[in-house]
């Protein structure tokens, strides 16, 4: 069944309606009211996508509202004020809405209202939200994407936002533990968190965000049992602080290697600090140029600080709210939960649970112990090598793609998506975190909106060039 176009003069379809493909749908449609955008999520409530689809009221932000402002109107800020679920939010910014975390459930309605106000509803121009899941492109001589269902969406131009991936189980792929009720893989999915014993030990594996966010909810369900965290180096992620500036102090000599960066920041914070400023200043002054630090290196620079300076990079880089910060050391305070630096290995079966040991980090005596539940936090998986994804699949089938060799996600030029011998696609783009291997952070939506903003003005342009990956984010790191 192919999709009618009548009277737009141009189609363009997005895969994908979690914030970053919602948000280039809505810039587009204010910039070329006469294109059809068509937007295609699974979901019943388009906009919002994993990161604010999925939440439990103990979530927050972890970006203040100042910084989650993407250009669309009403304002963040504005849609904000008065509602009750800010009232702690505001009274722990002194007022300043601007400062405040807000929940992520109000940031979710936020975008799935937007998104709702520019649908239309007959063929023509502007924006049309397909529900459904594209599992591969249309065969040529014909441009567009074929859904699950069997609906064709014909399109000049595609764009892939599809965002977050479930987890990669940190486990051999032949682990028995993979199939077992007691695992669970993605804890996004509806029943990972079910049927769990409210006494039980669970095991959360990894101590980043998802943990915090997974040890918050399951708190927050009545979950009294013990629960232990754990990943390799026990990093939490630090908290964010109120409060304080720094200037920038990278460019315009940009560090050749990740030693001379963590060098120059580990220096910069003794500066800082010796100022009275917090650490947290000195990490958002060097938020502006990251993604051209990034892009300075070699691959062989760039597998180094994957390997040894990415999981403290990610606990100074992605911060918890205050709040949050606050919940999780009253759990530890309390002994519920707790954190430790080591490997988990030799799983076996013991009842409904599994049995499992824990080598330390740096040694130490090993530790068995039994839980009920294994929940895989490891956060959203970006590698796409050999992952199963019918569209991914399809594209790389037809030469279409590249993913990158670090395992971070789709190769692309200023989100013009490159096949597998470096061609620029002009009708095929990509964004958000899939764009990981050329810009490294593009993962919270003050780069991503950045992101969007120059892609959305280099199509509604028809240019194939636009503003480079460096003027994107020229001004970007102020605040947070
Ligand atoms: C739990 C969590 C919390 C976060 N909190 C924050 C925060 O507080 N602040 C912040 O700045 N950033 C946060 N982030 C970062 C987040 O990555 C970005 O803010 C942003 O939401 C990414 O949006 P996205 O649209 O690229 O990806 P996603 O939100 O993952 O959305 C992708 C969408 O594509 C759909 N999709 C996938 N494949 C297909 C297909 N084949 N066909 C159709 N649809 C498809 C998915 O169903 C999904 O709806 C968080 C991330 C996570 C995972």
């Known amino acids: 069944m192919a999709f009618d176009t009548p009277t737009a003069r141009r189609t363009l379809a997005i895969v994908g309606g979690g914030f970053s493909g919602s948000l280039l749908a809505l810039k587009l449609v204010a910039l070329r009211p006469d294109w059809r955008v068509v937007l295609i999520d699974p979901s019943s409530r388009p906009g919002r996508g994993l990161a604010y689809g999925a939440c439990a009221p103990s979530h927050l932000l972890n970006v203040p509202v100042a910084r989650m402002e993407a250009g669309l109107s009403p304002a963040y800020g504005d849609w904000l004020a008065g509602r009750a679920e800010m009232v702690e939010a505001l009274a722990e910014s002194g007022g300043e809405m601007s400062a405040a975390f807000s929940p992520r459930e109000l940031w979710g309605q936020y975008l799935q209202q937007q998104v709702a106000a520019a649908r239309v509803t007959d063929n023509g121009a502007g924006l049309t939200v397909l529900r459904g ?55 996004w999915a509806h029943d990972a968190l079910t049927v769990i014993d409210p006494d039980a030990p669970v095991l959360l594996l990894g101590t980043g965000l998802t943990m915090v966010d997974i040890a918050l909810k399951l708190a927050e369900e009545g979950h009294r049992g013990p629960m232990l ?137 090993a530790e068995t112990l039994t839980v009920a539940r294994v929940i895989n936090c490891t956060g959203p998986r970006s590698d796409l090598q050999g992952l199963e994804v019918p569209l991914y699949a399809d594209l790389a089938r037809k030469g279409l793609i590249a993913p990158d060799d670090l395992g971070l996600g789709l190769e692309t030029a200023d989100c013009a998506v490159l096949g597998p011998r470096g061609e620029v696609s002009t009708w095929l783009h990509a964004l ?23 892609l959305a003005h280099r199509l509604a342009e028809d240019a194939v060039v636009g503003p480079s990956l460096e003027e994107a984010f020229v001004d970007l790191g102020a605040g947070i």
């Open 133 to 187: 899941e594209a599992v591969r492109l249309l065969d040529a001589p014909r441009r567009g994407l074929v859904l699950s269902d069997g609906r064709e969406v014909e399109a000049d131009t595609v764009v892939l936002a599809t965002g977050n991936l479930p987890p990669r189980p940190p486990l051999p792929a032949d682990s028995w533990l993979q199939d077992a009720a007691c695992f669970a893989a993605d804890p």
């Open 229 to 365: 965290a754990v990943s390799r180096r026990g990093l939490l992620p630090g908290a964010h602080r109120y409060g304080g500036h720094w200037e920038p102090f990278l460019a315009p000599m940009l560090p050749a290697s990740p030693l001379t960066l963590s060098k120059a920041i580990r220096a910069e914070v003794r500066r800082a600090e010796a100022a009275g400023q917090p650490w947290q200043r000195v990490i958002d002054a060097v938020r502006p140029v990251i993604a051209r630090i990034w892009s300075t290196w070699t691959p062989k620079q760039k597998r180094q600080f994957l390997r040894h300076q990415r999981p403290r990079w990610d606990v100074h880089r992605h911060r918890m709210a205050p709040r949050i910060a606050g919940r999780i050391e009253a759990l530890m305070a309390d002994g519920q939960l707790s954190v430790r630096a080591a490997r988990s290995r030799d799983w076996t079966p013991a009842g409904d649970g599994v049995a499992v040991t824990l080598h330390p980090r740096g040694g130490g005596p």
């Open 432 to 454: 958000g975190p899939l764009t990981r291997p050329a810009w490294w952070e593009i993962t919270a939506v003050p780069e991503i909106t950045a992101q969007v903003d120059g």
